[in-house]
């Protein structure tokens, strides 16, 4: 089974108080579950303004489920798919930005 895109979102988000705009890009992709990828899940979800990183989450190999916070990279622990697009947008608003 090759990679199959699950959802793709790409959009303009504007920040609350600056106004100023800020790209998100969401991908999932199902592949084989392997024992780098065992929920058989691919994804990168990015808030980027200015080309730097505010908030981002994906888990290529070999790092796994890891988030972006501006330059700082934690480990992310994956739970649900629905609970990742509800973690990525809570940074977002945490962030100020209007979603």
């Known amino acids: ?51 730097n990183i505010i908030v981002g989450f994906d888990n290529h190999k070999p790092k796994g489920h890891h988030l972006h916070i501006h330059s700082k990279e934690e480990k992310y622990i994956f739970k649900t798919y629905e609970k990742l697009l509800d973690d990525f947008w809570d940074l977002v608003k945490k962030k100020g930005y209007s979603i």
């Open 1 to 51: 089974m090759k990679a199959s895109l699950l959802f793709h979102e790409k959009k303009l988000i504007s920040h609350k108080k600056s106004n100023k705009f800020a790209i998100v890009e969401l991908k999932v992709w199902q592949i084989p579950k392997d024992i780098h990828y065992p929920e058989g899940l691919k994804y990168s979800l990015y808030l980027v303004h200015d080309g």
